[in-house]
Structure formats: C-alpha cells, structure tokens
Nanobody, 121 residues
Framework: QVELVESGGGLVQTGESLRLSCAAS????????LGWFRQAPGKEREFVAS????????YYADSVNGRFTISRDNAKNMVFLQMNSLKPEDTAVYYC??????????????WGQGTQVTVSS
C-alpha cells in the first residue's frame, strides 16, 4: 500500500521560509515523479512543483518559480519543498503526490494527507 506522509507545515510571516518533507513508501518509485500540489481555501487543488526520478526534469508553477525549490532523495524515497519569500497567497494545504508524469494539468496517482501552511501578513 502506497503511503505519502508530509511534514514541516506551520505558521510563518510574510517573507519567511519553510521546508516541507515527504516520505514515500509502499512501492518502487523509480520512473515516478514526486511533487507537490496545494489547495487554498475556496479554491481547487493546483500543481506546485515536481521532479523526475533522475532529476533531469523539474517543473514549477509560475506562481512559485524562483521562490520554491524541489529536491528528492531517491535512496530514502523522500521529496522536499524549500519555500522561500513566502506570501499570504501561498497559504494552503500542501499535498505530496506521486505520478508517472506531474505537470500543470496532471492527475497524480497517489496523494498524501496534506500539511497546512499558513502565511500571515
């Protein structure tokens, strides 16, 4: 059974940083993208960032490009999201996801439970 477990969410002020972590288990994730989606109150879930197994392909949403950095540790089956220069509009539940391809309109095959990130102004 595939399990994605996020950690690292919290409450920060505008301009501060947070690092999210996700531990993946239950299958082999080679050939899988690992990444992040988020859902703000009253909005649909949206793509944030993803990285391929080899690391040769990395994608970011325009809204976070230049502020967020995704990385993964394949030996530990973990993916991370370093979030800098946070803004109130980054407030959302952040979900760790896995899929054969993760881009703007992809539908991930696996989802974590989510971790809350709140950015106060």
């Amino acid at each position: 059974q595939v399990e994605l477990v996020e950690s690292g969410g919290g409450l920060v002020q505008t301009g501060e940083s947070l690092r999210l972590s996700c531990a993946a288990s239950g299958r082999t994730f080679s050939n899988y993208f690992l990444g992040w989606f988020r859902q703000a109150p009253g909005k649909e879930r949206e793509f944030v960032a993803s990285k391929s197994w080899s690391g040769s392909m990395t994608y970011y949403a325009d809204s976070v490009n230049g502020r967020f950095t995704i990385s993964r540790d394949n030996a530990k089956n973990m993916v991370f999201l370093q979030m800098n220069s946070l803004k109130p509009e980054d407030t959302a539940v952040y979900y760790c996801v896995a899929g054969l391809l993760l881009r703007q309109r992809s539908v991930p095959g696996y989802w974590g439970q989510g971790t809350q990130v709140t950015v106060s102004s």
